[in-house]
């Protein structure tokens, strides 16, 4: 029963609830990380984050600007994983795989931020992207099969 299902007292749902909790909480703190690299480099997105001096040229900064690649790579894989993880959860997977799934990913993805950020030579970012990218497309497929009619 679905109800069931989506309770904390069901295993996969309660390690599905923990991951996605530490992923997005990993995503929503990139904003700040990019601020922190911002303020110092004084380096902004609007002339009025100048304090009001619209003459202002706008820049870019590498570094800022690799910060937030970074916060948009986790936009475009950890917002499908949430999705798809809940669905998924809904299948009713095995529960040792469904939580290697979700630890594998949460653990990739922030490997691939610091990956990203500190410029890890490659291929170290792609492969921690391609195994997010797997993990999200297993879960894809067993969702599709679970719910095909
Ligand atoms: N939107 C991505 C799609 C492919 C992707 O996510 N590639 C990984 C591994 S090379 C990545 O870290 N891309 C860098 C980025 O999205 O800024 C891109 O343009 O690169």
């Known amino acids: 029963m679905a109800s069931?299902?989506?309770s904390l007292e069901n295993e996969v749902f309660a390690k599905f609830t923990f991951y996605a909790g530490v992923i997005l909480l990993k995503t929503v703190f990139m904003s700040i990380w990019t601020a922190r690299y911002?303020?110092?480099?004084?380096?902004?997105?609007t002339p009025e984050d100048y304090g009001g001096n619209y003459n202002k040229a706008l820049t870019t900064d590498p570094d800022v600007e690799?910060?937030?690649?970074a916060h948009l790579n986790d936009l475009e894989?950890?917002?499908?994983?949430?999705?798809?993880?809940?669905f998924y959860v809904l299948s009713g997977p095995d529960a040792w795989t469904a939580t290697l799934l979700f630890r594998l990913f949460t653990g990739f993805r922030i490997l691939h931020t610091i990956a990203y950020v500190f410029v890890?030579?490659?291929p170290a970012r792609g492969?921690?992207?391609?195994?997010?990218f797997i993990i999200n497309v297993m879960m894809a497929i067993q969702i599709i099969k679970a719910g095909k009619y």
């Not at 911002?38 to 997105?45: E, G, L, M, N, Y």
């Not at 894989?77 to 809940?86: A, E, I, K, T, Y």
């Open 66 to 69: 690799r910060v937030r690649r």
């Open 4 to 6: 069931s299902t989506l």
């Open 127 to 132: 492969i921690c992207f391609l195994a997010g």
């Open 120 to 122: 890890i030579p490659q």
């Open 38 to 45: 911002r303020i110092p480099r004084k380096v902004f997105i």
């Open 77 to 86: 894989n950890v917002l499908p994983f949430v999705l798809l993880g809940f």
